[in-house]
């Protein structure tokens, strides 16, 4: 079991910055791929970036491309996304997820996810 809880949102004008984080707690979060994905009004949810178990492999979306890095510590259990460079388009409910095997941009890949947290960008 994986429990979540993401920080850091708010709002903020284009071009600002913003790091989310995300809190885990269970014993297996180190085995876990995580992913950071997004969902705003109307839309469904996208998936922003994920990164392997051991932080090997990263995948950004290309919207994010440049502009959001992801990173995680294991010894820490958290994951984060620093967001650069912010526009009104990346304006959502940011989740932080985690999958029980493997890792992917699919939402249906994931077994836990955290409560969201609301990121606003004015123009």
């Known amino acids: 079991q994986v429990q979540l809880v993401e920080s850091g949102g708010g709002l903020v004008q284009a071009g600002d910055s913003l790091r989310l984080s995300c809190a885990a707690s269970?014993?297996?979060?180190?085995?876990?791929?995580m992913g950071w994905f997004r969902q705003a009004p109307g839309k469904e949810r996208e998936c922003v970036a994920y990164?392997?178990?051991?932080?090997?492999?990263?995948i950004y979306a290309d919207s994010v491309k440049g502009r959001f890095t992801l990173s995680r510590d294991n010894a820490k259990n958290t994951v984060s996304l620093q967001m650069n460079s912010l526009k009104p388009e990346d304006t959502a409910v940011y989740y932080c997820?985690?999958?029980?095997?493997?890792?992917?941009?699919?939402?249906?890949?994931?077994?836990?996810w955290g409560q969201g947290t609301q990121v606003t960008v004015s123009s």
């Open positions: 269970g014993r297996t979060f180190s085995r876990n791929g």
């Open positions: 990164i392997s178990w051991n932080g090997g492999r990263i």
């Open positions: 997820a985690a999958a029980a095997l493997g890792y992917s941009a699919f939402p249906s890949q994931y077994n836990y």
